[in-house]
Protein backbone atom coordinates (compact mmCIF):
# COMPACT_ATOMS: atom_id res chain seq x y z
CA UNK A 1 0.00 0.00 0.00
CA UNK A 2 0.88 3.08 -0.76
CA UNK A 3 3.36 5.36 2.09
CA UNK A 4 1.33 8.53 0.92
CA UNK A 5 -2.74 6.91 2.04
CA UNK A 6 -5.18 10.03 2.47
CA UNK A 7 -6.15 7.89 5.80
CA UNK A 8 -4.87 9.01 8.96
CA UNK A 9 -1.56 7.13 10.43
CA UNK A 10 1.20 6.89 13.02
CA UNK A 11 3.77 4.99 14.50
CA UNK A 12 4.23 1.67 17.33
CA UNK A 13 4.38 1.23 20.54
CA UNK A 14 6.66 4.02 21.44
CA UNK A 15 4.93 5.04 24.46
CA UNK A 16 3.35 2.22 25.24
CA UNK A 17 4.08 -0.60 27.93
CA UNK A 18 6.10 -3.55 26.00
CA UNK A 19 4.99 -7.13 26.19
CA UNK A 20 6.39 -8.53 29.27
CA UNK A 21 5.76 -11.14 31.71
CA UNK A 22 4.41 -9.97 34.83
CA UNK A 23 7.21 -9.51 37.72
CA UNK A 24 5.93 -11.25 41.30
CA UNK A 25 7.77 -7.80 42.74
CA UNK A 26 4.65 -6.10 44.48
CA UNK A 27 4.25 -2.82 42.57
CA UNK A 28 3.15 0.86 43.89
CA UNK A 29 -0.52 1.79 42.88
CA UNK A 30 1.44 4.88 41.00
CA UNK A 31 3.00 2.65 38.92
CA UNK A 32 3.23 5.40 36.36
CA UNK A 33 4.49 8.05 38.32
CA UNK A 34 7.70 8.82 40.18
CA UNK A 35 7.28 10.13 44.11
CA UNK A 36 8.72 13.92 44.70
CA UNK A 37 10.86 13.61 47.61
CA UNK A 38 10.63 16.42 50.28
CA UNK A 39 13.49 19.11 50.68
CA UNK A 40 14.88 19.99 54.15
CA UNK A 41 13.23 23.10 53.97
CA UNK A 42 9.60 23.49 53.04
CA UNK A 43 10.88 27.05 51.67
CA UNK A 44 13.45 25.86 49.31
CA UNK A 45 12.15 25.48 45.88
CA UNK A 46 11.40 22.41 43.99
CA UNK A 47 13.92 21.59 41.09
CA UNK A 48 11.89 19.89 38.49
CA UNK A 49 14.35 17.22 37.07
CA UNK A 50 14.99 17.82 33.58
CA UNK A 51 12.80 15.47 31.26
CA UNK A 52 14.10 13.35 27.89
CA UNK A 53 13.26 15.26 25.21
CA UNK A 54 11.23 13.82 22.91
CA UNK A 55 12.34 14.13 18.93
CA UNK A 56 9.84 14.08 16.34
CA UNK A 57 10.50 11.33 13.39
CA UNK A 58 12.68 12.22 10.71
CA UNK A 59 11.51 14.91 8.60
CA UNK A 60 12.02 12.34 5.01
CA UNK A 61 10.10 9.88 7.13
CA UNK A 62 6.18 9.30 7.33
CA UNK A 63 4.20 7.89 10.53
CA UNK A 64 3.98 4.27 9.12
CA UNK A 65 7.65 4.29 8.10
CA UNK A 66 8.51 5.27 11.80
CA UNK A 67 6.70 2.57 13.00
CA UNK A 68 8.22 0.03 10.86
CA UNK A 69 11.99 1.33 12.50
CA UNK A 70 10.71 1.14 16.21
CA UNK A 71 9.24 -2.09 15.80
CA UNK A 72 11.42 -4.13 18.59
CA UNK A 73 8.76 -6.09 19.93
CA UNK A 74 8.03 -9.80 19.97
CA UNK A 75 5.23 -12.09 20.72
CA UNK A 76 3.71 -15.23 20.20
CA UNK A 77 0.15 -14.43 20.03
CA UNK A 78 -1.68 -15.99 17.11
CA UNK A 79 -5.61 -16.53 16.28
CA UNK A 80 -6.93 -19.03 13.47
CA UNK A 81 -10.01 -19.55 12.15
CA UNK A 82 -12.19 -22.72 13.67
CA UNK A 83 -15.65 -24.00 12.63
CA UNK A 84 -18.12 -21.86 15.13
CA UNK A 85 -19.06 -23.41 18.33
CA UNK A 86 -17.58 -26.27 16.99
CA UNK A 87 -17.31 -29.87 19.13
CA UNK A 88 -14.08 -29.49 21.37
CA UNK A 89 -13.10 -32.42 19.82
CA UNK A 90 -12.58 -31.07 16.35
CA UNK A 91 -9.05 -30.45 14.47
CA UNK A 92 -10.79 -28.41 12.03
CA UNK A 93 -8.89 -25.15 11.27
CA UNK A 94 -7.81 -22.70 8.85
CA UNK A 95 -4.88 -20.18 9.02
CA UNK A 96 -6.10 -16.21 8.64
CA UNK A 97 -4.20 -16.35 5.37
CA UNK A 98 -6.81 -18.60 3.66
CA UNK A 99 -9.73 -17.44 1.35
CA UNK A 100 -12.13 -19.57 3.20
CA UNK A 101 -16.02 -18.60 4.77
CA UNK A 102 -17.31 -21.74 5.51
CA UNK A 103 -16.35 -24.53 7.22
CA UNK A 104 -16.51 -28.31 6.15
CA UNK A 105 -19.98 -28.94 6.80
CA UNK A 106 -20.75 -25.25 5.23
CA UNK A 107 -21.21 -23.89 8.91
CA UNK A 108 -20.22 -20.43 9.87
CA UNK A 109 -16.22 -19.69 10.93
CA UNK A 110 -15.38 -17.56 14.28
CA UNK A 111 -11.79 -16.14 14.43
CA UNK A 112 -10.08 -18.11 17.61
CA UNK A 113 -7.19 -16.94 19.48
CA UNK A 114 -4.51 -18.68 21.41
CA UNK A 115 -5.98 -18.23 24.95
CA UNK A 116 -3.55 -19.76 26.33
CA UNK A 117 -0.60 -17.24 24.90
CA UNK A 118 -2.74 -14.00 26.17
CA UNK A 119 -3.46 -15.79 29.73
CA UNK A 120 0.52 -15.50 30.20
CA UNK A 121 -0.27 -11.67 31.23
CA UNK A 122 -2.69 -10.38 33.82
CA UNK A 123 -5.77 -8.63 33.44
CA UNK A 124 -4.17 -5.62 35.47
CA UNK A 125 -1.32 -6.15 32.20
CA UNK A 126 -4.18 -6.03 29.32
CA UNK A 127 -5.96 -2.68 31.49
CA UNK A 128 -3.17 -1.04 31.31
CA UNK A 129 -1.74 -1.23 27.90
CA UNK A 130 -5.03 -0.64 26.44
CA UNK A 131 -5.12 2.40 28.47
CA UNK A 132 -1.99 3.38 27.96
CA UNK A 133 -2.75 3.88 24.03
CA UNK A 134 -5.86 5.90 24.16
CA UNK A 135 -5.75 9.10 22.72
CA UNK A 136 -2.22 8.93 21.25
CA UNK A 137 -1.29 8.98 17.16
CA UNK A 138 1.09 5.85 17.68
CA UNK A 139 0.91 3.77 14.79
CA UNK A 140 -1.64 1.66 14.59
CA UNK A 141 -2.89 1.97 18.31
CA UNK A 142 -4.36 5.51 17.64
CA UNK A 143 -7.99 3.16 16.55
CA UNK A 144 -9.76 2.40 18.97
CA UNK A 145 -9.28 -0.93 17.20
CA UNK A 146 -5.70 -1.89 16.65
CA UNK A 147 -5.27 -0.06 20.13
CA UNK A 148 -6.10 -3.67 20.73
CA UNK A 149 -4.64 -5.47 18.00
CA UNK A 150 -3.27 -8.42 20.18
CA UNK A 151 -6.67 -9.47 20.52
CA UNK A 152 -7.70 -8.87 16.85
CA UNK A 153 -5.37 -9.56 14.25
CA UNK A 154 -1.73 -10.38 16.29
CA UNK A 155 -0.06 -11.59 13.28
CA UNK A 156 -0.25 -8.82 10.99
CA UNK A 157 2.58 -6.99 10.14
CA UNK A 158 1.42 -2.84 11.21
CA UNK A 159 2.14 -1.95 7.36
CA UNK A 160 -0.61 -3.95 6.21
CA UNK A 161 -2.88 -2.34 8.34
CA UNK A 162 -5.75 0.16 6.86
CA UNK A 163 -6.77 2.66 9.35
CA UNK A 164 -8.75 5.76 9.96
CA UNK A 165 -8.25 5.99 13.68
CA UNK A 166 -11.80 4.64 13.75
CA UNK A 167 -13.50 3.70 17.67
CA UNK A 168 -13.00 5.55 20.59
CA UNK A 169 -16.76 6.38 20.04
CA UNK A 170 -18.48 8.64 22.64
CA UNK A 171 -20.00 7.45 25.48
CA UNK A 172 -22.73 9.84 26.18
CA UNK A 173 -24.55 10.25 29.90
CA UNK A 174 -27.90 10.86 28.23
CA UNK A 175 -29.11 12.41 31.76
CA UNK A 176 -32.02 14.16 30.55
CA UNK A 177 -33.75 11.44 28.31
CA UNK A 178 -32.85 9.50 31.12
CA UNK A 179 -34.67 11.04 33.81
CA UNK A 180 -37.36 12.54 32.18
CA UNK A 181 -38.46 9.36 29.64
CA UNK A 182 -37.19 6.23 31.88
CA UNK A 183 -37.03 7.47 35.24
CA UNK A 184 -33.26 6.02 35.07
CA UNK A 185 -30.35 7.68 36.53
CA UNK A 186 -27.72 5.53 34.56
CA UNK A 187 -28.61 5.78 30.99
CA UNK A 188 -25.80 5.86 28.67
CA UNK A 189 -25.65 5.81 24.81
CA UNK A 190 -22.74 4.47 23.25
CA UNK A 191 -22.38 6.49 19.66
CA UNK A 192 -20.78 4.23 17.22
CA UNK A 193 -22.01 6.11 14.58
CA UNK A 194 -19.76 9.05 15.42
CA UNK A 195 -17.38 7.10 13.05
CA UNK A 196 -15.18 7.82 10.03
CA UNK A 197 -18.31 6.90 7.47
CA UNK A 198 -20.87 7.04 10.00
CA UNK A 199 -21.62 3.79 11.30
CA UNK A 200 -19.98 1.21 13.31
CA UNK A 201 -19.65 -0.76 10.14
CA UNK A 202 -15.89 0.90 10.22
CA UNK A 203 -14.60 -1.26 13.26
CA UNK A 204 -14.95 -4.57 11.21
CA UNK A 205 -13.87 -3.06 7.97
CA UNK A 206 -10.98 -2.00 8.95
CA UNK A 207 -10.03 -5.44 10.14
CA UNK A 208 -11.18 -6.99 7.05
CA UNK A 209 -9.17 -4.41 4.05
CA UNK A 210 -6.14 -4.72 6.32
CA UNK A 211 -6.27 -8.72 6.34
CA UNK A 212 -7.32 -8.16 1.92
CA UNK A 213 -4.23 -5.30 2.07
CA UNK A 214 -1.82 -8.51 3.79
CA UNK A 215 -3.32 -11.60 1.27
CA UNK A 216 -2.73 -9.26 -2.00
CA UNK A 217 0.68 -8.21 -0.60
CA UNK A 218 1.26 -12.13 0.14
CA UNK A 219 0.07 -12.28 -4.29
CA UNK A 220 -3.21 -14.30 -3.40
CA UNK A 221 -5.82 -14.19 -5.61
CA UNK A 222 -8.08 -11.42 -4.35
CA UNK A 223 -8.41 -8.47 -7.53
CA UNK A 224 -11.40 -6.55 -4.98
CA UNK A 225 -13.86 -6.95 -2.32
CA UNK A 226 -17.29 -7.35 -2.72
CA UNK A 227 -20.23 -7.13 -0.38
CA UNK A 228 -23.73 -6.96 -0.57
CA UNK A 229 -25.26 -4.00 1.52
CA UNK A 230 -28.08 -1.88 3.31
CA UNK A 231 -26.25 0.73 2.77
CA UNK A 232 -23.80 1.54 6.04
CA UNK A 233 -21.55 -1.56 5.22
CA UNK A 234 -21.04 -0.58 1.38
CA UNK A 235 -20.20 2.79 3.05
CA UNK A 236 -17.49 1.32 5.05
CA UNK A 237 -15.99 -0.88 2.50
CA UNK A 238 -15.66 1.80 0.24
CA UNK A 239 -13.92 3.71 2.12
CA UNK A 240 -11.11 1.70 3.45
CA UNK A 241 -11.04 0.07 -0.34
CA UNK A 242 -9.99 3.57 -1.42
CA UNK A 243 -7.64 4.00 1.15
CA UNK A 244 -5.60 1.11 0.83
CA UNK A 245 -6.28 1.32 -3.45
CA UNK A 246 -8.33 -1.27 -3.56
CA UNK A 247 -11.04 -2.19 -5.95
CA UNK A 248 -14.56 -2.56 -3.90
CA UNK A 249 -18.05 -3.55 -5.55
CA UNK A 250 -21.02 -3.48 -4.03
CA UNK A 251 -24.32 -4.91 -4.23
CA UNK A 252 -27.48 -2.62 -3.18
CA UNK A 253 -31.11 -3.21 -3.04
CA UNK A 254 -32.68 -0.66 -5.49
CA UNK A 255 -34.91 2.11 -3.99
CA UNK A 256 -34.09 0.80 -0.23
CA UNK A 257 -31.66 2.81 1.20
CA UNK A 258 -31.32 6.45 2.17
CA UNK A 259 -29.56 8.94 -0.79
CA UNK A 260 -27.12 10.03 1.96
CA UNK A 261 -26.26 6.31 2.25
CA UNK A 262 -25.96 5.66 -1.28
CA UNK A 263 -23.58 8.73 -2.61
CA UNK A 264 -20.75 7.37 0.32
CA UNK A 265 -20.02 3.95 -2.05
CA UNK A 266 -20.14 6.21 -5.03
CA UNK A 267 -17.99 8.95 -4.01
CA UNK A 268 -15.41 6.61 -2.93
CA UNK A 269 -15.06 5.17 -6.32
CA UNK A 270 -16.96 2.07 -5.54
CA UNK A 271 -18.30 -0.09 -8.36
CA UNK A 272 -22.09 0.19 -7.28
CA UNK A 273 -24.75 -2.32 -8.89
CA UNK A 274 -28.21 -1.15 -8.17
CA UNK A 275 -29.96 -4.44 -7.64
CA UNK A 276 -33.76 -4.96 -7.89
CA UNK A 277 -34.28 -7.21 -4.92
CA UNK A 278 -34.06 -6.96 -1.26
CA UNK A 279 -30.85 -7.35 1.18
CA UNK A 280 -31.33 -11.46 1.62
CA UNK A 281 -31.42 -11.96 -2.44
CA UNK A 282 -28.38 -9.33 -2.44
CA UNK A 283 -26.54 -11.68 -0.20
CA UNK A 284 -27.80 -14.40 -2.07
CA UNK A 285 -26.14 -12.88 -5.17
CA UNK A 286 -22.78 -12.46 -3.56
CA UNK A 287 -22.30 -15.14 -2.46
CA UNK A 288 -22.78 -16.75 -5.73
CA UNK A 289 -20.12 -14.33 -7.23
CA UNK A 290 -17.75 -14.49 -4.43
CA UNK A 291 -17.61 -18.10 -4.83
CA UNK A 292 -16.47 -17.76 -8.79
CA UNK A 293 -14.72 -14.95 -8.98
CA UNK A 294 -11.53 -13.63 -7.21
CA UNK A 295 -13.73 -11.43 -5.10
CA UNK A 296 -13.04 -11.24 -1.47
CA UNK A 297 -16.51 -11.76 0.79
CA UNK A 298 -16.87 -8.75 2.93
CA UNK A 299 -20.21 -9.23 4.73
CA UNK A 300 -20.23 -10.53 8.33
CA UNK A 301 -20.81 -13.85 6.93
CA UNK A 302 -16.81 -13.33 6.84
CA UNK A 303 -15.88 -13.62 10.71
CA UNK A 304 -12.98 -11.11 10.36
CA UNK A 305 -15.25 -8.37 10.85
CA UNK A 306 -16.37 -9.61 14.25
CA UNK A 307 -13.16 -9.18 15.61
CA UNK A 308 -13.24 -5.41 15.25
CA UNK A 309 -16.89 -5.02 16.06
CA UNK A 310 -15.87 -7.23 19.48
CA UNK A 311 -13.45 -4.10 20.19
CA UNK A 312 -16.77 -1.63 21.50
CA UNK A 313 -17.56 -3.68 24.06
CA UNK A 314 -14.11 -3.55 25.32
CA UNK A 315 -13.77 -0.02 24.81
CA UNK A 316 -17.13 0.03 26.79
CA UNK A 317 -15.72 -1.72 29.83
CA UNK A 318 -12.64 0.84 29.36
CA UNK A 319 -14.64 3.67 28.95
CA UNK A 320 -16.23 3.24 32.26
CA UNK A 321 -13.07 2.55 33.80
CA UNK A 322 -12.87 -1.63 33.36
CA UNK A 323 -16.50 -1.53 35.74
CA UNK A 324 -19.22 -3.39 34.05
CA UNK A 325 -22.31 -2.28 33.50
CA UNK A 326 -25.62 -4.36 34.18
CA UNK A 327 -27.15 -4.16 30.59
CA UNK A 328 -25.93 -3.36 26.53
CA UNK A 329 -29.13 -3.02 23.89
CA UNK A 330 -27.63 -3.74 20.76
CA UNK A 331 -29.92 -3.70 17.53
CA UNK A 332 -30.01 -6.47 15.16
CA UNK A 333 -30.43 -6.89 11.59
CA UNK A 334 -27.86 -9.57 9.94
CA UNK A 335 -26.73 -10.29 13.90
CA UNK A 336 -23.10 -10.52 13.72
CA UNK A 337 -23.04 -7.62 16.04
CA UNK A 338 -24.54 -9.05 18.95
CA UNK A 339 -22.32 -12.04 18.96
CA UNK A 340 -19.33 -9.78 18.53
CA UNK A 341 -20.44 -7.73 21.57
CA UNK A 342 -20.88 -10.53 23.37
CA UNK A 343 -17.17 -12.01 22.39
CA UNK A 344 -15.44 -8.45 23.53
CA UNK A 345 -17.07 -8.81 26.77
CA UNK A 346 -16.21 -12.36 27.21
CA UNK A 347 -12.63 -12.30 26.01
CA UNK A 348 -12.31 -9.54 29.09
CA UNK A 349 -13.64 -11.68 31.72
CA UNK A 350 -12.22 -14.82 30.50
CA UNK A 351 -8.15 -12.86 30.56
CA UNK A 352 -8.91 -11.44 34.09
CA UNK A 353 -9.50 -7.48 32.86
CA UNK A 354 -13.66 -8.09 34.55
CA UNK A 355 -15.05 -10.74 36.74
CA UNK A 356 -18.52 -10.60 35.07
CA UNK A 357 -20.48 -9.59 31.56
CA UNK A 358 -23.58 -7.78 31.29
CA UNK A 359 -26.47 -9.32 29.86
CA UNK A 360 -27.36 -8.13 26.54
CA UNK A 361 -30.46 -7.23 24.60
CA UNK A 362 -31.01 -7.48 20.78
CA UNK A 363 -33.28 -5.31 19.37
CA UNK A 364 -35.07 -5.40 16.01
CA UNK A 365 -37.83 -3.90 14.03
CA UNK A 366 -41.07 -5.74 14.04
CA UNK A 367 -41.14 -5.70 10.40
CA UNK A 368 -38.21 -7.87 10.12
CA UNK A 369 -37.92 -9.89 13.04
CA UNK A 370 -36.98 -13.56 12.75
CA UNK A 371 -34.73 -13.54 15.71
CA UNK A 372 -37.71 -11.72 18.23
CA UNK A 373 -39.96 -14.87 16.49
CA UNK A 374 -37.32 -17.27 17.73
CA UNK A 375 -36.62 -16.14 21.08
CA UNK A 376 -40.43 -16.00 21.76
CA UNK A 377 -40.94 -19.66 20.53
CA UNK A 378 -38.30 -20.65 23.02
CA UNK A 379 -35.62 -20.86 20.82
CA UNK A 380 -37.31 -23.92 19.06
CA UNK A 381 -36.94 -24.34 15.23
CA UNK A 382 -35.78 -21.48 13.23
CA UNK A 383 -37.61 -19.67 10.49
CA UNK A 384 -36.58 -17.11 8.18
CA UNK A 385 -39.77 -14.18 7.49
CA UNK A 386 -39.94 -11.89 4.32
CA UNK A 387 -38.57 -8.55 5.62
CA UNK A 388 -41.40 -5.32 5.41
CA UNK A 389 -39.87 -2.31 5.02
CA UNK A 390 -38.96 -0.27 7.65
CA UNK A 391 -37.26 3.46 8.45
CA UNK A 392 -34.34 1.16 10.54
CA UNK A 393 -33.23 -0.07 7.00
CA UNK A 394 -30.18 -1.04 7.95
CA UNK A 395 -31.75 -4.25 9.92
CA UNK A 396 -34.74 -5.02 7.29
CA UNK A 397 -33.14 -8.42 7.33
CA UNK A 398 -35.00 -11.56 7.10
CA UNK A 399 -32.73 -14.60 6.86
CA UNK A 400 -29.82 -13.33 9.04
CA UNK A 401 -26.68 -14.89 8.35
CA UNK A 402 -25.53 -14.75 11.68
CA UNK A 403 -28.44 -16.55 13.64
CA UNK A 404 -26.51 -19.63 15.12
CA UNK A 405 -24.14 -16.67 16.68
CA UNK A 406 -26.41 -14.75 17.99
CA UNK A 407 -28.53 -17.48 20.16
CA UNK A 408 -25.07 -18.59 21.03
CA UNK A 409 -24.31 -15.31 22.30
CA UNK A 410 -28.15 -14.60 23.99
CA UNK A 411 -28.39 -17.83 25.83
CA UNK A 412 -24.88 -17.86 27.36
CA UNK A 413 -25.23 -13.79 29.07
CA UNK A 414 -28.93 -15.10 30.05
CA UNK A 415 -30.38 -12.15 27.55
CA UNK A 416 -33.47 -11.03 26.10
CA UNK A 417 -34.56 -10.10 22.29
CA UNK A 418 -37.31 -7.48 21.81
CA UNK A 419 -39.14 -5.60 18.79
CA UNK A 420 -40.09 -2.24 17.52
CA UNK A 421 -43.08 -1.07 15.41
CA UNK A 422 -42.35 1.25 13.07
CA UNK A 423 -44.28 3.90 15.13
CA UNK A 424 -42.74 3.10 17.81
CA UNK A 425 -39.11 3.64 16.88
CA UNK A 426 -39.90 6.83 14.95
CA UNK A 427 -41.36 8.39 18.41
CA UNK A 428 -38.57 6.94 20.73
CA UNK A 429 -35.89 8.70 17.59
CA UNK A 430 -38.12 12.06 17.95
CA UNK A 431 -37.62 11.15 21.96
CA UNK A 432 -34.48 11.50 21.83
CA UNK A 433 -33.69 13.85 19.82
CA UNK A 434 -35.64 16.20 21.96
CA UNK A 435 -33.10 16.18 24.86
CA UNK A 436 -30.54 17.00 22.43
CA UNK A 437 -29.52 13.61 20.86
CA UNK A 438 -29.27 12.94 17.12
CA UNK A 439 -29.78 9.07 16.68
CA UNK A 440 -30.45 7.09 13.99
CA UNK A 441 -33.96 5.06 13.26
CA UNK A 442 -32.02 1.86 13.88
CA UNK A 443 -31.00 3.45 17.95
CA UNK A 444 -34.81 4.16 18.09
CA UNK A 445 -35.48 0.01 17.84
CA UNK A 446 -32.79 0.11 20.72
CA UNK A 447 -34.62 2.90 23.05
CA UNK A 448 -38.01 0.88 22.40
CA UNK A 449 -36.75 -2.18 23.77
CA UNK A 450 -35.60 -0.14 26.78
CA UNK A 451 -39.28 1.29 27.35
CA UNK A 452 -40.45 -1.62 27.36
CA UNK A 453 -38.27 -3.97 29.45
CA UNK A 454 -38.49 -0.84 31.87
CA UNK A 455 -41.94 -0.40 31.56
CA UNK A 456 -42.27 -4.14 32.70
CA UNK A 457 -39.37 -3.39 35.84
CA UNK A 458 -36.89 -6.04 33.92
CA UNK A 459 -34.46 -3.03 34.21
CA UNK A 460 -34.44 -1.05 37.07
CA UNK A 461 -34.21 2.23 37.46
CA UNK A 462 -30.65 2.30 39.11
CA UNK A 463 -29.44 -0.36 36.38
CA UNK A 464 -26.22 1.37 34.39
CA UNK A 465 -27.61 0.21 30.55
CA UNK A 466 -26.04 1.07 27.51
CA UNK A 467 -27.54 1.83 24.20
CA UNK A 468 -25.89 1.02 21.14
CA UNK A 469 -26.29 3.69 18.82
CA UNK A 470 -24.91 1.95 15.10
CA UNK A 471 -25.06 4.62 13.17
CA UNK A 472 -25.02 8.49 12.71
CA UNK A 473 -28.95 10.54 12.25
CA UNK A 474 -27.44 12.64 9.63
CA UNK A 475 -27.59 9.37 7.15
CA UNK A 476 -31.19 9.45 7.98
CA UNK A 477 -32.29 13.27 7.79
CA UNK A 478 -35.47 12.29 5.29
CA UNK A 479 -37.10 10.32 7.90
CA UNK A 480 -36.69 12.78 10.12
CA UNK A 481 -38.17 15.21 7.58
CA UNK A 482 -41.26 12.68 7.46
CA UNK A 483 -41.77 12.92 10.98
CA UNK A 484 -41.80 16.75 11.86
CA UNK A 485 -44.23 17.34 8.86
CA UNK A 486 -46.65 14.52 9.36
CA UNK A 487 -46.08 12.65 6.01
CA UNK A 488 -45.73 9.46 7.35
CA UNK A 489 -48.87 7.36 6.55
CA UNK A 490 -51.20 5.72 9.22
CA UNK A 491 -48.58 7.45 11.97
CA UNK A 492 -49.42 9.84 14.63
CA UNK A 493 -45.94 11.04 14.61
CA UNK A 494 -47.25 12.55 18.54
CA UNK A 495 -44.05 13.79 19.01
CA UNK A 496 -43.21 15.98 15.85
CA UNK A 497 -42.06 19.53 15.73
CA UNK A 498 -42.78 21.15 12.91
CA UNK A 499 -41.76 24.70 12.24
CA UNK A 500 -44.22 27.64 12.46
CA UNK A 501 -45.48 29.74 9.81
CA UNK A 502 -45.69 33.50 10.50
CA UNK A 503 -46.39 36.61 8.93
CA UNK A 504 -43.51 38.75 7.96
CA UNK A 505 -44.60 41.83 11.02
CA UNK A 506 -43.66 42.40 14.01
CA UNK A 507 -46.96 41.62 15.69
CA UNK A 508 -47.29 38.17 14.35
CA UNK A 509 -44.19 37.33 15.60
CA UNK A 510 -44.57 38.72 19.02
CA UNK A 511 -47.92 37.43 19.17
CA UNK A 512 -46.31 33.74 17.98
CA UNK A 513 -43.06 34.19 20.83
CA UNK A 514 -45.29 35.27 23.40
CA UNK A 515 -47.69 32.20 23.04
CA UNK A 516 -44.71 29.63 22.47
CA UNK A 517 -43.07 31.29 26.01
CA UNK A 518 -46.09 31.22 28.13
CA UNK A 519 -46.63 27.07 27.00
CA UNK A 520 -43.09 26.65 27.72
CA UNK A 521 -43.18 28.48 31.24
CA UNK A 522 -46.25 26.53 32.16
CA UNK A 523 -44.34 23.33 32.11
CA UNK A 524 -41.96 24.72 34.67
Not at 346 to 367: F, Y
Request: net charge neutral; glycine share 6%; charged share 20%.
Amino acid sequence: MAASSCMLRSSFLSHCPQLHHQSNTPKSNNYFFNPIKATASTNDAITPSPQPQKHRRHADENIREEAARRNSSSHNFSARYVPFNADPSSDEWYSLDEIVYRSRSGGLLDVQHDMNALKKFDGQYWRNLFDSRVGKTTWPYGSGVWSKKEWVLPEIDSDDIVSAFEGNSNLFWAERFGKQFLGMTDLWVKHCGISHTGSFKDLGMTVLVSQVNRLRKMHKPVVGVGCASTGDTSAALSAYCASAGIPSIVFLPANKISMAQLVQPIANGAFVLSIDTDFDGCMQLIREVTAELPIYLANSLNSLRLEGQKTAAIEILQQFDWEVPEWVIVPGGNLGNIYAFYKGFQMCKELGLVDRIPRLVCAQAANANPLYLHYKSGWKDFKAVKANTTFASAIQIGDPVSIDRAVFALQNCNGIVEEATEEELMDAMAQADSTGMFICPHTGVALTALFKLRNSGVINPTDRTVVVSTAHGLKFTQSKIDYHSKEIKDMECRFANPPMEVKADFGSVMDVLKSYLLSKNSKQ
